[in-house]
């Protein structure tokens, strides 16, 4: 049998190894020189003012959360279609979280759907402080709309572009935060670059990274002024907010620095392979990703759409047949409002038709910069295989062959 392809992973090189060496042997493994080197190259490179690095996305989202002032009484906002993070963060504060349904195109937050929910929301008092706008597999949504919305609607964006480093928005880096108050990246190993674990939220707007900054480190500071009195001595610090310890090490962004260099080319890869899977599937009964002429997607993800209809096969049947052949196909994402956690909270699946409708037929294929055309071929004719073989029937339970257990 041969070797399985999963849907995503990194790519690690000699400098990679040799940076994070480098910083092995110095005297720093965390608060050093590194993070502030790592923050300013993503900020640079995103057109952002202020960078903020810290141990995940997660994290990321939570402090900008609360930048932002979000806390009990309050609601968050965002799209079912994502990872669970991206909602969780609003629970964290203790605000309460709500939905929007998606664009059957792009999968991402619908803007219209947004609106009519806003106008609804305003009648009764229930306007959202916080939307969280996620870049679906990388494409950027509306953010033009989302913005005029939200200063009609007095809410604060930030942009989940944890799939979306290295792509852009009319032309402009993602991440500059032209339309939203903070953008968070993921630097996971399936995201596009990355540390291992890690994340960083850029901002244009000195306070929320001053706040951010704080909660990061226990809410702790160093700067007298800052201070609600002079300092005791030279060992004073106080700590003025209830902070975490949500910090990256020396050697994460010692990796990130170095996964910088390759950002742009991994991400023209990862178009390159997109448009020779476009062509590939062309013929097959599937969806292609639609790409909205206004965006470059940072491509974290190859999300495609089963026709059912056209092959008489189950969503279930289509996954296990191909992981049973080694392509680590995978779906993202399980609507949050599914997951037990959130079910309890009173959410209804026919609020979110668009979002039950993408659950039911989505796949995503293996999408990552060191994928080789062979594998790729490899997938390809695997789908073909498992969608137009006319001997397969769905209506028979799949037996997983033992060969993939080993
Ligand atoms: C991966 C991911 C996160 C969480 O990232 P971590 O760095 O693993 O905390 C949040 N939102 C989205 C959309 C993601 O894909």
Redesign the pocket.
Known sequence: MQASIPYGRQDITQSDIDAVVEVLRSDYLTQGPVVPKFEQAVAQFCGAEHAVAVN????A?HIACLALGLGPGDMLWTSPI??V??ANCGLYCGATVDFVDIDPRTYNLCPIALESKLQSAEKIGRLPKVLVA?HLCGQPCDMQAIHVLAKRYRFKVIE?A??AIGGRYQGQPIGNCRYSDITVF???PV?IITTA???MAVTNNAHLAEQMVLLRSHGITRDPARMTHEPDGPWYYQQIALGFNYRMTELQAALGVSQMDRLHTYVERRHALAKRYDALLAELPVTTPWQHPDSYSGLHLYVIRLQLDNTGLSHASVFKALRAQGIEVNLHYIPVYAHPYYEKMGFRAEDFPQAQRYYAEAMSLPMFATLSEDQQDRVIGAIRQVCTSPVYDASITFVEPTSIKG
């Open positions: 995940s996305a997660t994290s989202l994502t990872f993070a991206s996620v989940d944890s799939h993921s630097f996971h995201k674990e890690g994340g």
